[in-house]
């Protein structure tokens, strides 16, 4: 065998192997495959500067990498140096002339190299397989790029159907779904880093006072432009942490985060109503839109729940119906 292949003609020995090369023990490089040259370009002149080692523990020097890999019969790794982490693996034999020959591949390398030397499926023997790997390599990647395009365009979907959920699409302001969520985290969620503890609040229960003279006079378009510009006066009012929601018809609630001053909270309630008093249609000009608002103060030492503690504002706010409404109530 190893004479039939010293007698090939290079012709048919680069037709097939055309990643294969003949050397003596001096590393004299008697002949190269074509698609190793074309990788390659300064092979025909040695093997310095050109291949090293792939091998941890064997020295830099790839005609030694190469002779003990072929006297040995053990796997060869070669390392392209002009083409970074590409690592060149193959297997080599003595032939009767004392010359080696050995025969190299890419490995998981493969399409690196390709990139790098624009190989096509010419470079390589009928019988390789590494044309029809790298298609199905770049098939699969194609497959995982549309699985994970689909999965990022059904979170997006999932997100905004989410915030849809939660969303009054009147107002922009949450909705009641909204609210529950963020008041039942408001009270169990630790965020004073200190103490461990929720941060207290207030629990804002506001109602428009007349809303229905404006519907049942100027017509529904004009009752939900004055909730449209009663949730612009919320978002203006709220800050980052804090939570505004329209809970139905002309009902809103504020989670107002670490609010615990009723001084404090009575000048937000006097800014608020004047806000929305300024909001009053002047065609109603016998009456005034104002805001009755109910308060309840909670702090982590309060065992209400969350539907407990709406119960609560919402008397509250019930109080400053029975007070004359325009005022704020805190419970």
């Known amino acids: 065998m190893k004479n039939a292949i010293a007698n090939l003609p290079v012709e048919a020995l680069c037709q097939l192997m055309p990643m294969h090369l003949v050397l003596n023990d001096r590393g004299t490089v008697l002949s190269i495959g074509p698609t190793l040259l074309k990788l390659v370009p300064g092979l025909r002149s040695g093997l310095h500067g050109c291949l090293i080692s792939g091998r941890a523990g064997q020295g830099a020097e790839a005609i030694d990498a190469i002779r003990n890999a072929v006297d040995r019969g053990i796997r060869l790794f070669l390392r392209v140096q002009h083409?970074?982490?590409?690592?060149?693996?193959?297997?080599?034999?003595?032939?009767?002339?004392?010359?080696?020959?050995?025969?190299?591949?890419?490995?998981?390398?493969?399409?690196?190299?390709?990139?790098?030397?624009?190989?096509?499926?010419?470079?390589?023997?009928?019988?390789?397989?590494?044309?029809?790997?790298?298609?199905?390599?770049?098939?699969?990647?194609?497959?995982?790029?549309?699985?994970?395009?689909?999965?990022?365009?059904?979170?997006?979907?999932?997100?905004v159907a989410l915030l849809q959920a939660q969303t009054d699409p009147l107002t922009g302001l949450g909705n009641r779904r909204a609210l529950e969520g963020a008041l039942s985290i408001a009270m169990r969620q630790p965020t004073d880093e200190r103490t461990e503890r929720p941060t207290p609040f207030a629990l804002v229960h506001m109602d428009l006072d007349h809303f229905k003279q404006v519907n049942d006079r100027l017509g529904h378009k004009a009752g939900d432009d004055l909730l449209r510009d009663v949730g612009s006066v919320l978002q203006g009012l709220v800050r980052k942490d804090d939570t505004a929601a329209r809970i139905g018809g002309d009902e809103f609630v504020l989670i107002l985060r670490g609010m615990t001053c009723p001084v404090a909270i009575g000048h937000v309630a006097e800014r608020l109503i004047a806000n929305i008093q300024e909001l009053?249609?002047?065609?109603?000009?016998?009456?005034?839109?104002?805001?009755?608002?109910?308060?309840?103060?909670?702090?982590?030492?309060?065992?209400?729940?969350?539907?407990?503690?709406?119960?609560?504002?919402?008397?509250?706010?019930?109080d400053s119906k029975r007070k004359g409404r325009g005022c704020a109530t805190i419970g």
């Not at 590494?130 to 790029?145: I, P, S, W």
């Not at 109603?284 to 805001?291: E, I, K, N, T």
């Not at 729940?305 to 019930?318: F, G, H, I, S, V």
């Open 83 to 159: 083409i970074s982490d590409l690592v060149l693996r193959g297997h080599g034999v003595r032939l009767s002339d004392g010359n080696m020959l050995v025969n190299l591949g890419f490995g998981i390398g493969l399409t690196r190299a390709i990139r790098k030397a624009q190989l096509t499926d010419a470079d390589f023997a009928p019988s390789d397989l590494a044309m029809e790997l790298l298609f199905l390599q770049e098939a699969n990647r194609g497959v995982l790029t549309e699985l994970s395009r689909f999965n990022q365009q059904l979170a997006a979907a999932r997100e």
């Open 280 to 318: 009053s249609p002047p065609e109603l000009s016998d009456l005034r839109v104002s805001a009755s608002i109910g308060v309840i103060i909670w702090g982590h030492d309060r065992l209400e729940t969350p539907e407990r503690l709406l119960e609560m504002a919402d008397a509250a706010l019930y």
